[in-house]
């Protein structure tokens, strides 16, 4: 199982960044995707979830109205739009995925917010 993020940046308050995971090594229709985030100094936190077959999605409340997740099956990708960015967004943002009752993570992507 591999999971390969990117789309990371340096972005001021206000501004969007999509964020991408490639995934492979499993059959990506088959599992729930999920982003977490780790800001410096504080523990990992989950983000955002999007189910299997992409019919659910479910927020952190410090998130919800600003992302938006979305899978593409064809392209076995996961996004995560990003919208209205504040400077507590700033973390490295990770992908996530449990197979066969294993987790799996990405080597994540650095967001950081700041004028």
């Known amino acids: 199982v591999q999971l390969v993020e990117s789309g990371g940046g340096l972005v001021q308050p206000g501004g969007s960044l999509r964020l991408s995971c490639a995934a492979s090594?499993?059959?990506?229709?088959?599992?729930?995707m999920r982003w977490y985030r780790q800001a410096p100094g504080k523990a990992r936190e989950w983000v955002a979830l999007?189910?299997?077959?992409?019919?659910?999605?479910n927020y952190a409340d410090s998130v919800k109205g600003r992302f938006t997740i979305s899978r593409d099956t064809a392209k076995n990708t996961v996004y995560l739009q990003m919208n209205n960015l504040k400077p507590e967004d700033t973390a490295v943002y990770y992908c996530?995925?449990?197979?066969?009752?294993?987790?799996?993570w990405g080597q994540g992507t650095q967001v950081t917010v700041s004028s």
């Open positions: 999007i189910t299997r077959t992409g019919d659910s999605t």
């Open positions: 996530h995925v449990l197979v066969l009752r294993t987790a799996y």
């Open positions: 090594g499993f059959t990506f229709s088959s599992g729930d």
